[in-house]
């Protein structure tokens, strides 16, 4: 009887110690859980607070850049007045410039070289000799000119269908989500993604001929593209904007009311000029693996004052 007791003994002390030794290990392995996990927090909110602190820095530099366009653009009204051409300080492309931990670049265009799409309706209503011109450009992008009256129709101020393959509320409410017509001007060239009919490798092709500054902006041409240049008239194709483009160099025209004058209608010929009021800026900083691009539409007003109109961060 006792050695049976003894024996049972063992067995519940053997149980005990078993018991005791796999809790040990599952405080062990607990603690090990929590610790790693709590390191792995801890590294999460390193990167964060790395992240967030680059991000802060790259504004900081940005808006560096911001200024020191303005600095430039400022300088070059003083020094050249009522001209602005390709050949000028603003228009050279900054290379990347080292700073405090990464590099720095950017470059500024003038947007009077663009087709600006708020010309297409002036008073609320549409402007048939942009709408003319864009329709152009749209032939001489191969692309439908019948988005010409898509847009008239997104930025008129009535609710009225007016062109084949127009659209108004009533074809977009329609859509998932439903959305509606602007029915005034835009403030970016993205919105023409939302306009029935036009396609994504269709806004690629366009976007860099076009922009979106306030309707009355002329068109400059000694920046303008020969594409844009081609579509001011039907008398100028793409080998004689070639032409004009080579012509003006990087000084510009001279004279551009006698040097078009024959080439385009006198309605048109009131919307051309050589000097240009917006700017957009586009800059680049990289720190370490974080990139960063601003885009800022800079005006730059008769007395030389620059102020940023829009901003926009990673896409334009």
């Not at 050279?92 to 010309?119: K, Q, Y």
């Not at 004058?261 to 900083?285: C, K």
């Amino acid at each position: 009887m006792e050695n049976n007791g003894v024996g049972w003994m063992n067995n519940v002390i053997q149980r005990q110690r078993g018991a005791a030794v796999l809790t040990a290990m599952l405080v062990v392995t607990l603690g090990t859980v929590i610790a790693v996990n709590m390191m792995w927090n801890a590294s999460l909110d390193l990167r964060r607070t790395t992240a967030s602190l680059a991000a802060d820095q790259s504004l900081l530099f940005l808006q560096g850049a911001e200024a020191m366009a303005g600095d430039i653009l400022r300088a070059d009204l003083i020094a050249s007045g009522d001209i602005d051409h390709l050949g000028e300080q603003w228009a050279a492309e900054i290379p990347p410039m080292p700073i405090d931990g990464g590099v720095i670049s950017g470059h500024l265009e003038d947007l009077h070289g663009r087709f600006n799409l708020n010309s297409l309706v002036y008073g609320g209503v549409a402007d048939e000799i942009s709408q003319r011109q864009f329709e152009r450009l749209l032939m001489l992008l191969g692309l439908d000119q019948r988005l010409a009256g898509v847009a008239v129709d997104w930025l008129d101020a009535d609710v009225e269908i007016e062109f084949p393959n127009g659209g108004e509320d009533n074809i977009y409410t329609g859509r998932n989500p439903p959305y509606r017509t602007a029915n005034t001007v835009i403030t970016s060239p993205s919105e023409l993604l939302a306009m029935s009919g036009l396609e994504q490798d269709a806004y690629l092709t366009l976007m860099p001929y076009v922009t979106a500054i306030p309707s009355g902006s002329s068109l400059n041409v000694n920046t303008a593209s020969d594409i844009v240049m081609a579509s001011l008239s039907d008398d100028i194709d793409i080998a004689y904007a070639t032409q004009l483009v080579q012509e003006r160099g990087m000084v510009g025209f001279t004279d551009i009311n006698t040097r078009f004058q024959d080439l385009v209608e006198a309605d048109v010929l009131t919307r051309i000029s050589g000097i240009s009021r917006y700017f957009l800026l586009t800059a680049t900083v990289t720190l370490g693996t974080h990139q960063l691009t601003m885009y800022s539409l800079l005006e730059r007003d008769s007395s030389g004052i620059v102020r940023s109109m829009f901003r926009s961060l990673g896409a334009q």
